[in-house]
């Protein structure tokens, strides 16, 4: 069992940044397939990145946060993280990291993930 918890959200003003961190604690993440979802009030969960490390890190970006997000992990602190730039109000939401034992490229909803962690607001000013 893995458990995860965020940090790094708040308040920022459009065209900003925040980076939002991921600790997990339990298990080494190394094995696992780690994603970043969002929720915003009345709208249901949606993807926005995943990284899942093999021979090298494989990532995949919601198209709505591509060239603007950015998904990494530090392996040896056991966690993951998402550099948030250029931001939008429309990126304001809840933001949740999760994670599936195993390593597969391309998971991209969240009933692909087993653990989860309760989640860090995000909201952008414009």
């Known amino acids: 069992q893995v458990q995860l918890v965020e940090s790094g959200g708040g308040l920022v003003q459009a065209g900003g940044s925040l980076r939002l961190s991921c600790a997990a604690s339990g298990r080494s993440l190394s094995t696992y397939t780690m994603g970043w979802f969002r929720q915003a009030p009345g709208k249901e969960r949606e993807f926005v990145a995943t990284?899942?490390?093999?021979?090298?890190?494989?990532?995949y970006y919601a198209d709505s946060v591509k060239g603007r997000f950015a998904i990494s992990r530090d392996n040896a602190k056991n966690t993951v993280y998402l550099q948030m730039n250029s931001l939008k109000p429309e990126d304001t939401a809840v933001y949740y990291c999760?994670?599936?034992?195993?390593?597969?490229?391309?998971?991209?909803?969240?009933?692909?993930?087993?653990?989860w962690g309760q989640g860090t607001q995000v909201t952008v000013s414009s």
């Open positions: 999760a994670a599936r034992s195993g390593l597969r490229a391309g998971l991209t909803t969240d009933g692909q993930y087993n653990y």
């Open positions: 990284i899942s490390f093999s021979r090298s890190d494989t990532t």
